[in-house]
C-alpha cells in the first residue's frame, strides 16, 4: 500500500493518471448536463400538476442519471461499452453514430477532454495529497453546472447546494479555509449578488441573474472564504463583460436572450480555488 502512495505521489504518475481518470468522469459529466435539467422539468411538471389536482402529468422522458443507458438519439440504439471510451470512440467512429451514421456533437467529446485537462491541472497544482480529490470534486461539479447554466439558464441547487455545506464542513479541519473564514464567506457570497440583484431591479424593473448565482458564490465563500470574493467578483465581472460584448458584436446574440453568469463566476472561482493567493497579491500590488 505504501509503495502505490508513493508512486501516486509522483507527479509524472500522478497527472497522466488523474487526466485519465477526468475523461472518464467528463463522460459522465455529459449525461449530468443534459439529464438532470430533464429529470427537473419532469419533476417540476409533477409538482404543477399535483397542486393544481389535474391529471397525471406526461413527463418530456422518463430517465434517471442511470437509466436507461447510453443510446443514440436519433436511432436510439444502444451505445456498447467500447463505442462509448472517451474521445477515443468518438475518434474511431469519425463523429456518427456505428448504427444509423448521424453526427455525434463535437461537444461530448470536448467535454471530455476538458474534464480531463482540468483535472490534471488540479493534480499539478495540488500534488497527491488530502487537497486533490475535493478540488477535482469541486471542479468535476463547476463543469456540470456551467453547462448546465449555459443550455439551460439554470444552476441546479441539487448540485450547489450539498457543495456549500461540504465546503463548510471542509472548514472545520480546515482544508481550505478556516470556519471562521468560510461562515463569512458564504453568508457574504450570497449576500452581496443578492443586493447588486435587488438594487438592479430597483432601478431597471428587470433581474439581472439569477438565485442560483447567489448561491454558487456562497459556495465558493464557503470553500474559499471570504478572502477570495473580491478576486472571483471581478475576474468573472470583466471577462463575462468582455465576452459579452463580444458575442454581441461578432456572434449576433440577440441582447434580449440572457448572457448566463454561472459559468464566469465557475472559471473565476475555480482559478481562486488553484492561485487564489496569487491572485490576490497581483491585485493589492496593482491598486497600490
Known sequence: MQEIITLLSFSPILIPITFIFGLLVGSFLNVVIYRLPVMMHNDWRIQCHEFLELETAEIEEDINL????SRCPNCKTAIRFYQNIPVISYLFLKGRCAQCG????????????????????AAWRFGFG???PF?????WSLIALSFIDIDEQLLPDSITLPLLWLGLLLSLFP????SHSSIIGAISGYLILWTVYQLFKLFTGKEGMGYGDFKLLALFGAWLGWQ???IIILLSSV?????GIAMIVFGKHDKSKPIPFGPYLAAAGWLAL??????NELFLISIQ
Do not use: M, N
Open 102 to 121: 448521424v453526427s455525434i456533437p463535437i461537444r461530448y467529446p470536448l467535454i471530455e477532454a476538458f474534464t480531463g485537462l482540468c483535472s490534471a491541472i
Open 66 to 69: 442511470s437509466k436507461p443507458g
Open 228 to 230: 477570495y470574493l473580491h
Open 135 to 139: 478540488a477535482l470534486l469541486l471542479t
Open 175 to 178: 482544508v481550505f479555509a478556516d
Open 130 to 132: 488530502f487537497e486533490l
Open 274 to 279: 488553484l492561485w487564489g493567493q496569487q491572485l
Open 239 to 243: 471577462v463575462g463583460a468582455l465576452l
